[in-house]
């Protein structure tokens, strides 16, 4: 899924964070063709940071109060949870450089059969 929750793409031009969304795939897909790597899965100690800051992002909005769909609240019982990052496009791209620069840090791979 592309610009997904915890993304800044609803709250930014869509087609400039999706553009920036499919670059990084596909270098981080490159960068694993060269290394003979089939399958790439976040590790869970990451998510979990990854998603503290986003609440630690919007709980300086008003975001998080609102009763709305950005919170859950178009379907009933669903926790009430702030999935999109607020914390600007420029900081969401940086996070994303500074992750593959850093070998794709936060991600575990696996070797293609045989490789």
């Given amino acids: 899924m592309i610009t997904g929750p915890a993304s800044p793409s609803v ?16 270098d981080c ?10 399958c790439i899965e976040p590790a869970q100690e ?7 800051h ?3 992002v919007s709980g300086a909005t008003l975001f998080p109060l609102a009763n709305s769909w ?4 178009n379907i009933p019982g669903k926790p009430r949870v702030f999935m999109p990052y607020v914390g600007g496009v420029g900081a969401y791209r940086q996070k ?3 992750v593959a620069a850093n070998g794709y840090e936060g991600f575990a791979f696996a070797r ?4």
């Fill in 11 to 26: 709250f930014s031009n869509m087609v400039v964070s999706i553009e920036q969304h499919v670059n990084w795939i596909a």
């Fill in 29 to 38: 897909l490159a960068n694993m063709l060269e290394r003979s790597l089939a």
């Fill in 46 to 52: 990451a998510e979990n940071a990854w998603m503290a």
């Fill in 54 to 56: 986003v609440n630690e």
């Fill in 70 to 73: 950005y919170t859950g609240a």
């Fill in 96 to 98: 994303c450089e500074e």
């Fill in 112 to 115: 293609a059969a045989g490789a």
